[in-house]
DNA sequence: ATGCATTTGTTCGTATGTATG
DNA sequence: GCATACATACGAACAAATGCA
């Protein structure tokens, strides 16, 4: 069953959005990659795959152990 | 065809059974996280995930800073 | 009591292998 | 063959409890 728009691309828009809207501000904290697993019910390679969209869209940073910010404007 | 067992099963399995045969005791604490580790050759998140099946399955609980312990049958 | 190093469990992002359409 | 998605596994940073100087 060929879905329109893949599972990676809805988060990541989703994400998109919510940082477009101020939900989250300049170096805050987006959600975990396990919180977004569990709230979505994906695989963590397909949130992996949708943070890593956002990150090449220089929309967010991420740090290992730490976790994934919004980039603030530069 | 991914048939083997993963890793992080084995050594939920094994530990499953060691309580089974009465190694451990109720409250007793299992060998550390990072006992398992150097033993198992294995990273610290997949140990982690292997005891996160024991305590799914109601096997053992943890305690952060102490330590993880055999479960006393309610 | 205070401070600090150590030990323990927890959570973070990341990489690899595999299956399916 | 390629894009999508899944499970597994990894290394690093974090946080709570403990003991000792």
Chains 1, 2 share one sequence.
Do not use: C
Not at 19 to 29: F, H, L, Q, S, V
């Amino acid at each position: 069953m060929r879905s329109q728009v893949p599972s990676y691309r809805q988060l990541a828009d989703r994400i998109a959005e919510a940082i477009a809207a101020g939900e989250y501000g300049p170096d805050d904290p987006i959600p975990s990659l396990r919180t977004l697993q569990q709230e979505t019910g994906l695989a963590m390679a397909t949130v992996q795959h949708a943070i890593s969209v956002l990150r090449t869209e220089g929309l967010v940073y991420s740090v290992s152990g730490r976790g994934t910010f919004v980039r603030p404007p530069g």
